[in-house]
């Protein structure tokens, strides 16, 4: 019979496939007078952002919300006609990950327009009429994943592999990954042989740029700071191929379970686990707050501009194979069986 964790995975492909379909379904299942929430995804395509959204519906629904949700698979235009679609049908607050932090601009001046509430999920938007944000700090996740590598690797060549330069993160996670590495840069301790964006954290490209960075190098590289684990899983693919894996530090973010297991496996060294239930919760019951005219409590600001923006910034934790089970699993994030199923009994958690 398959695990809960295995229908989710196969529900979330379905919404690959039939988006307006799957997503229209879920709108329906609130009372039409509830108070009505729209959220808008950039994409699907990541697992994390599958749990994201179902836990930000569940906690909605506990509140008497219904969410209408809208996944833009990376296009900006969508996105927008998605954000105008929602506002039009009476949403009183409006959840965006939005695809491009300066094009998205358009949706948080569409919001104001209407006197929507605008909350900005996991990527923040360049402006300051946004009323909240939520989200882990990036800069910590660069840290975590460039300090991690550095510390058993602190010397030798490093590629790293960025996110995509449209969004805001992937931009604050090389700095922060710059600024640990930096001086063993300059003490000549670390050569950074290679340094690129995904478009899109698309993992093919992060597997071509890993394959050149192999063949310039003669395969002579001890780390990869790949800045999620989909840029790590292309990154991978191409040491593997090269007979590498597990030869080389890899970092990675979003505990997904192909990372987890490749972790688990030997290939991954480490990715970052933010603790998206926490999140999805807490934007949910800020979403539906506002939307009622109530005041919700956070616990810093963050600037944009000359303005401070409410908002809630989690810690993201290290994830090795020495605490799977003290993480991830603990948290229900990732589960047991499946894991245990794709690897030998002796490389399961301990």
Not at 165 to 191: F, T
Not at 324 to 344: A, H, M, R, W, Y
């Amino acid at each position: 019979m398959p695990t809960l964790h295995q229908i989710r995975r196969v529900c979330a492909v379905l919404v690959l496939a039939f988006p307006g379909l799957f997503l229209n379904g879920q709108q329906k299942a609130s009372p039409s007078n509830s108070v009505k929430i729209g959220f808008l995804m950039d994409s699907l395509k990541v697992e994390r952002w599958q749990t994201d959204l179902d836990r930000f519906q569940k906690r909605a629904a506990e509140l008497g919300a219904n969410v209408l949700a809208e996944t833009a698979e990376g296009d900006d235009e969508l996105q927008l006609r998605q954000a105008q679609k929602l506002l039009d049908s009476g949403v009183k607050a409006l959840v965006l990950v939005p695809h491009d932090a300066d094009k998205a601009v358009r949706i948080v001046s569409a919001a104001k327009a209407k006197q929507v509430p605008l909350l900005c999920y996991e990527r923040l938007v360049r402006d300051a009429d946004v009323t909240f944000f939520i989200g882990v700090d990036a800069s910590a996740v660069g840290y975590l994943q460039a300090y991690f590598l550095s510390q058993r690797a602190p010397k030798g060549n490093y590629v790293l592999i960025g996110g995509s330069p449209s969004d805001i993160n992937a931009k604050i996670l090389h700095e922060a990954q710059m600024a640990v590495l930096k001086p063993m840069v300059d003490r000549g301790d670390i050569k950074i042989v290679s340094d690129t964006w995904t478009k899109d954290w698309d993992p093919s490209e992060a597997y071509a740029h890993m394959s050149a960075a192999i063949d310039s190098t003669a395969g002579n590289i001890v780390a990869v700071v790949a800045s999620n684990d989909g840029t790590a899983g292309g990154a991978i693919q191409a040491l593997e191929e090269h007979k590498l894996a597990g030869k080389v530090f890899v970092s990675g973010q979003d505990a997904d379970l192909a990372a987890i297991i490749r972790i688990l496996d030997g290939t991954q060294t480490m990715t970052v686990y933010k603790p998206l239930g926490s999140q999805a919760k807490q934007a949910a019951e800020a979403a539906v707050a506002w939307a009622k005219g109530e005041t919700f409590k956070t616990t810093t600001d963050i600037s944009i501009g000359n303005k401070t923006i409410p908002a809630i910034l989690l810690s993201p934790v290290a994830v090795t194979k020495d605490n799977v089970k003290q993480t991830v699993i603990k948290d229900g994030f990732q589960n047991l069986e499946t894991i245990q199923k794709s690897l030998p009994k002796e490389k399961w958690p301990k």
